[in-house]
């Protein structure tokens, strides 16, 4: 008969090896999680960033869809614009002044003066925004009446800074040419 010798080999591992494999697993899982907690913290920013850049678009498109149904536009200065609304015939202001974006829709009359962005987000800059008019002169002008609307300054969140810079132009719906 023959006879097979097996030795049993008990080794396992040791404490050691033990510590060493669960320390480089716990270093790994905390890059991990610093990684997705980093990843979840900056989509968060985005979002709300989005937000507060759509609710500034917003803005953008009502003074656009405003001004494009009105008449009779008057620019005093660079951070002021007044037309005639023409749906109720008041006469309605915007203007720029001290980072934010104010409306009036009884002609600026002292009062009547709506914010219509949130201040403490967004700055804007009285200096670099403007509004621009051209083709609203009185007669012999021939040309459609056009508002450029330029808006800078910045967004702030958790304490960072974010420049913006948004501008749109609008022509008079209403054809005023007379021939």
């Known amino acids: 008969m023959l006879k097979i010798n097996l030795q049993k080999n008990n080794r396992g591992y040791t404490i050691i090896e033990t510590m060493i494999a669960v320390s480089i697993f716990l270093v790994v899982i905390t890059i991990g999680m610093e990684a997705l907690l980093n990843a979840n913290l900056i989509h968060r920013k985005s979002q709300d960033m989005r937000s507060i850049m759509d609710n500034l678009s917003f803005i953008m498109e009502?003074?656009?869809?405003?001004?494009?149904?009105?008449?009779?536009?008057?620019?005093?200065?660079?951070?002021?614009?007044?037309?005639?609304?023409?749906?109720?015939?008041?006469?309605?202001?915007?203007?720029?002044?001290?980072?934010?974006?104010?409306?009036?829709?009884?002609?600026?009359?002292?009062?009547?003066?709506?914010?219509?962005?949130?201040?403490?987000?967004?700055?804007?800059?009285?200096?670099?925004?403007?509004?621009?008019?051209?083709?609203?002169?009185?007669?012999?002008?021939t040309q459609q009446p056009f508002v450029t609307i330029r808006l800078v300054g910045t967004i702030t969140y958790r304490n960072i800074d974010t420049p913006f810079s948004l501008q749109t132009s609008v022509s008079q719906r209403l054809v005023d040419i007379v021939i």
């Open 62 to 141: 009502d003074m656009s869809r405003n001004l494009r149904t009105g008449s009779n536009y008057n620019s005093t200065s660079s951070s002021q614009i007044s037309f005639d609304e023409t749906a109720t015939g008041e006469r309605w202001v915007y203007r720029i002044e001290s980072n934010n974006i104010y409306k009036s829709t009884q002609g600026g009359a002292d009062g009547s003066w709506t914010p219509l962005n949130i201040e403490y987000e967004i700055k804007i800059d009285p200096n670099a925004s403007s509004f621009s008019v051209i083709g609203a002169e009185p007669p012999p002008d």
